[in-house]
């Protein structure tokens, strides 16, 4: 799909004062400026994270409570479950409180949802099993926020419920012993983009605080909790959130742990991905998350903990091979989902009139349609909701959105074909009637109608800076490297060079173009990824990232095209 290209405007003021107290280059400091880190305190913070700088736990409405009831419990020999959710976050999230839990000294087991039988989030059936078991005290992860009516039946059941969640609440909050979610009304944490993982590593954080002070931990040794930052970053990076503030500290030194991690289960994920050394949050998020999430797609996410609790490394392997089995089962649902998906969109006439897509078929797996549904949000920037419909005529969907679009807000209007739904700006999920998703694509078109005009329908090329051949080189790769991890919130830079010309061009591998550019006087190797088919005559203007291209023991400057254009004067 054609794209706008949007280049940041810049205020150059301070631009030389911050290139000159962080020592780098004016296109880093234009682009550190461009995102917001306008002084050398904010960009020395960004460069070199620490976690003394992380906030106090305790400024987390809920959290004294949360930790007095789990020290209560570890006096009391209680036995303790974990509610996790089904999505990598969850699964991360439930590992991390297990495992500590269990290291100093509570019995703690736990329970994930089933996808397909219990659905997302807390119920009423799945909480009696738990109490079945003997937990006196339960306590949910990355879900939980709106379980008004299940934090109830806990108490009825004289079961204490501890709710550690980050998603944003309603109109109520659930009368649990502890709610723990920095969206919750006054919460006065100063960072608001937690994951599920991350809300729940505070509580490891000021739990062990606790323990410290009440001399706990004079015969077992303290728990040095950055063992437990590769779970926190793999859940933060699954997750998508914001790569800023807390977060990027989390993931600055996660990964570092997880390429080095303790874990058999990690090591385990690690091999069957395909991984050796460095691990960066592209590598978390194509080939560790989807593994993970395979086997809740397709039917439990049970293994996912299984693997990351385990210390056999014989029985990690095999539950990762299982995993990867899953993962490429994933895939290949995935892509006939998507071709069906695709093929209805084509040949329906609508697009692209429609300002919004809504699908349904009684032949689609539940598990991976939110999934396709980005994939067509790529494919077309319309908000989309797929929805599968099971053999009682019960339907599920999961919808994805584009900038401009905020989805849950738009499910708001349509709540008369709805009995069910929830989710954020930009991913959410339904329930209704298979004999209604014809009215609720009517309803959900009208709601987009109103919503989105031309302009949002273009999608747009984010570019952070323009840039002079010159001051394109080996040592701005370096800096640049200093911004790592990228993620969202903190993407990969996109530079753009005007007026380039290519004086060599050739097809490599799956429709890739090795090209060889003049611009300014100098000359670059450049490689464009999947773009084959554009063409290449005349000046152009080019989007790219620099890069370090390591051949034959020569490190060299390679420049990889995101998108190119004929030149705009």
């Known amino acids: 799909m054609h794209k706008k290209w949007a280049v940041k405007t810049i205020h150059y003021a301070g631009v030389e004062n911050l290139s000159r107290s962080l020592e780098v280059g004016s296109i880093t400091a234009r682009i550190l400026i461009g995102r917001g880190i306008d002084t050398a305190e904010e960009g020395l913070q960004f460069f070199s994270p620490s976690l003394t700088t992380m906030h106090d736990p305790f400024l987390l409405k809920g959290m004294h409570a949360a930790v007095e009831r789990v020290l209560l419990a570890l006096k009391n020999g209680e036995k303790v479950s974990i509610y996790g959710d089904y999505d990598v976050d969850g699964i991360t999230g439930t590992a991390l409180l297990v495992s500590f839990l269990r290291q100093v000294g509570l019995t703690c087991n736990y329970f994930i949802p089933s996808r397909f039988d219990d659905g997302y989030g807390l119920n009423e059936e799945a909480l009696q099993r738990i109490i079945d078991t003997g937990a006196t005290l339960i306590i949910s992860v990355d879900c939980g926020i709106t379980a008004v009516k299940e934090a109830l039946f806990c108490r009825r059941a004289a079961v204490d419920l501890v709710i550690l969640d980050h998603h944003a609440p309603g109109a109520f909050i659930p009368e649990a012993t502890a709610v723990v979610n920095p969206l919750q009304p006054g919460c006065t944490y100063p960072f608001k983009m937690l994951a599920g993982v991350g809300v729940a590593f505070n509580l490891l954080v000021a739990l062990r605080s606790r323990m410290r002070l009440a001399g706990l931990f004079s015969v077992s040794g303290e728990p040095d909790l950055r063992d437990w930052l590769d779970l926190v970053a793999l859940g933060t990076i699954a997750d998508v959130v914001p790569l800023i503030g807390q977060n990027r500290t989390y993931a600055f030194y996660g990964l570092k742990k997880l390429e080095n991690s303790r874990r058999p289960g990690i090591a385990a994920l690690k091999k069957v991905a395909g991984i050796k050394d460095t691990v960066n949050c592209g590598q978390v998020g194509f080939r560790l998350a989807p593994r993970l999430n395979a086997a809740g797609r397709m039917e439990s996410a049970v293994p996912g903990v299984d693997l990351l609790l385990s210390n ?61 549904a980005s994939r067509l949000v790529e494919r077309y920037h319309r908000p989309t909701i797929l929805i599968a419909i099971d053999e009682e005529g019960n339907a599920k969907g999961s919808g994805r959105s584009i900038p401009g679009f905020h989805l849950l807000e738009a499910l708001n209007a349509c709540p008369g074909q709805l009995d069910r739904f929830g989710g954020h700006r930009y991913a959410a999920g339904v329930a209704l009637k298979g004999t209604s998703t014809g009215t609720f694509a009517a309803a959900f078109e009208a709601a987009a109608v109103q919503i989105l005009g031309d302009r949002e329908l273009m999608p747009s090329l984010d570019i952070d800076c323009d840039v002079c051949p010159a001051e394109v080189d080996l040592a701005l790769v370096l800096e640049l490297k200093r911004m790592e991890p990228f993620g969202a919130g903190n993407p990969e830079p996109t530079l753009m060079m005007r007026r380039v010309t290519v004086v060599d061009r050739r097809v490599v591998g799956d429709g890739h173009l090795k090209l060889r550019l003049s611009a300014g006087g100098q000359l670059f190797n450049a490689i464009a990824f999947r773009q084959a088919e554009c063409p290449t005559d005349g000046l152009l203007d080019i989007a790219f990232f620099p890069e370090d291209n390591l051949w034959n023991n020569a490190t060299t400057l390679q420049l990889r095209i995101k998108a190119m254009r004929k030149a705009e004067s």
């Open 312 to 372: 056999s490394a014989d029985e990690c392997a095999v539950i990762a091979d299982e995993l990867d089995t899953a993962n490429a089962e994933r895939q290949a649902v995935e892509r006939g989902i998507l071709e069906q998906a695709v093929a209805m969109v084509d040949g329906g006439g609508n697009y692209p009139v429609c300002r919004s897509i809504v699908l349904a078929s009684r032949e689609w797996h539940q598990g991976v349609i939110g999934i396709v």
